[in-house]
């Protein structure tokens, strides 16, 4: 399989915040700073239909403040402008992303990502002593599962001669997802379905700008790099609820010397602002990620490739308290046409 094949699928991790609206409220630990643009888009130079389907998990079950875990207990006795901190108890993700990909010639190309979210939620609320809620302080659970906000991003990949390794891709993130799902309360002072937090929502309402550029080469015969910058920007609020802008700085290295497999390695940074809006939380959401993704992409059968990433933390500092994973995981299978 060919270089700029194989860095079609090297960037998958959930998140999943590229490939799917942002993940949770507490969007800057999520840990999808693989960005699923990236992975789908790629760089290549064939024409034709690609298709890719993954799948990814993120558990989120870890309270972090700055860049410390800390205890539930603790979480509880923090007040934010006199309003009591929430202690949300865990955030578990599930992604099933279809990524179609069309390349009208070597420089230019068509990508389109549709998610599907299945998210299951459960918070303790803001009267809680960090192991039993307390009454009046709004906590639920809430299991969603529906479809996320789709991505088209067109990619242009023809600024240097020969080589056409510098590309540069601009998109939008359209607002398909619902963001008016509920959950049940579990507040005996307030019975019935409980609204959820936006963020939590599998779709924000928004429409998105994306713009990024990449570049990639060779290093020796048999290893190679990427790198590659995105942002994104919500246009404008909708029902009181902004989405923070977020940027991701991607690199990658892979090694070509084995026939069966092709291992890969991955530094991903995101820095993601506050949410902003009366429905936002605009304490509890933010913040700036690094992570470690370690990888293998297999062909199977001619054009059949199949793959598999761990990403793991290395370093989070994020605003307020949030859940974040202590890890995330992706499988998928890629084939072109």
């Given at each position: 399989?060919?270089?700029?094949?194989?860095?079609?699928?090297?960037?998958?991790?959930?998140?999943?915040a590229?490939?799917?609206?942002?993940?949770?409220?507490?969007?800057?630990?999520?840990?999808?700073?693989?960005?699923?643009?990236?992975?789908?888009l790629?760089?290549?130079?064939?024409?034709?239909?690609?298709?890719?389907?993954?799948?990814?998990?993120l558990?989120?079950?870890?309270?972090?403040?700055?860049?410390?875990?800390?205890?539930?207990?603790?979480?509880?006795?923090?007040?934010?402008?006199?309003d009591?901190?929430?202690?949300?108890?865990?955030t578990?993700n599930?992604?099933?992303?279809?990524?179609?990909?069309?390349?009208?010639?070597?420089?230019?190309?068509?990508?389109?990502?549709?998610?599907?979210?299945?998210?299951?939620h459960s918070?303790?609320?803001?009267?809680?002593?960090?192991?039993?809620?307390?009454v009046?302080?709004?906590?639920?659970?809430?299991?969603?599962?529906?479809?996320g906000?789709?991505?088209?991003?067109?990619?242009?990949?023809?600024?240097?001669?020969?080589?056409?390794?510098?590309?540069?891709?601009?998109?939008?993130k359209?607002?398909?997802?619902?963001?008016?799902e509920?959950?049940n309360?579990?507040?005996?002072?307030?019975?019935?379905?409980?609204?959820?937090?936006?963020?939590?929502?599998?779709?924000?309402?928004?429409?998105?700008?994306?713009v990024?550029?990449?570049?990639?080469?060779?290093?020796?015969?048999?290893?190679?790099?990427?790198?590659q910058?995105?942002?994104?920007?919500?246009?404008?609020?909708?029902?009181?609820?902004?989405?923070?802008?977020?940027?991701?700085?991607?690199?990658?290295?892979?090694?070509?010397?084995?026939?069966?497999?092709?291992?890969?390695?991955?530094?991903?940074?995101?820095?993601?602002?506050?949410?902003?809006?009366?429905?936002?939380?605009?304490?509890?959401?933010?913040?700036?990620?690094?992570?470690?993704?370690?990888?293998?992409?297999?062909?199977v059968?001619?054009?059949?490739?199949?793959?598999?990433?761990?990403?793991?933390?290395?370093?989070?500092?994020?605003?307020?308290?949030?859940?974040?994973?202590?890890?995330?995981?992706?499988?998928?299978?890629r084939f072109?046409?």
């Amino acid at each position: 399989m060919r270089f700029t094949n194989i860095l079609q699928v090297t960037a998958i991790l959930s998140g999943i915040a590229w490939m799917a609206p942002r993940p949770v409220s507490a969007c800057a630990s999520c840990g999808c700073t693989l960005s699923s643009d990236w992975g789908s888009l790629g760089f290549t130079t064939s024409r034709g239909w690609k298709f890719d389907l993954r799948y990814d998990y993120l558990n989120q079950d870890q309270l972090r403040s700055g860049t410390d875990a800390i205890s539930a207990s603790a979480a509880s006795r923090i007040v934010n402008d006199g309003d009591p901190q929430e202690v949300e108890k865990f955030t578990e993700n599930h992604y099933v992303t279809l990524g179609l990909e069309y390349n009208l010639n070597p420089e230019l190309g068509l990508n389109l990502t549709l998610p599907y979210i299945i998210r299951n939620h459960s918070t303790l609320g803001t009267a809680s002593d960090g192991a039993t809620p307390g009454v009046g302080g709004g906590q639920y659970a809430s299991k969603t599962s529906n479809i996320g906000d789709v991505k088209a991003v067109i990619r242009y990949q023809s600024f240097l001669p020969v080589a056409h390794n510098l590309g540069v891709f601009l998109g939008v993130k359209l607002p398909t997802g619902s963001f008016t799902e509920t959950g049940n309360s579990t507040d005996t002072a307030a019975p019935g379905d409980a609204d959820i937090d936006r963020g939590l929502q599998p779709g924000t309402g928004t429409t998105d700008a994306i713009v990024g550029i990449y570049y990639f080469d060779g290093i020796s015969k048999n290893w190679n790099y990427f790198a590659q910058a995105i942002y994104q920007k919500s246009l404008y609020a909708r029902d009181h609820f902004l989405p923070g802008d977020g940027v991701n700085f991607n690199l990658g290295l892979r090694y070509m010397g084995f026939s069966a497999v092709n291992p890969q390695l991955q530094l991903n940074a995101r820095h993601v602002d506050h949410d902003v809006g009366a429905n936002a939380d605009e304490v509890s959401t933010g913040g700036t990620l690094v992570y470690i993704s370690p990888g293998v992409v297999a062909p199977v059968l001619n054009p059949v490739s199949v793959y598999g990433f761990m990403q793991l933390p290395i370093f989070q500092d994020v605003n307020g308290v949030q859940l974040a994973p202590k890890y995330s995981a992706s499988i998928g299978l890629r084939f072109s046409l």
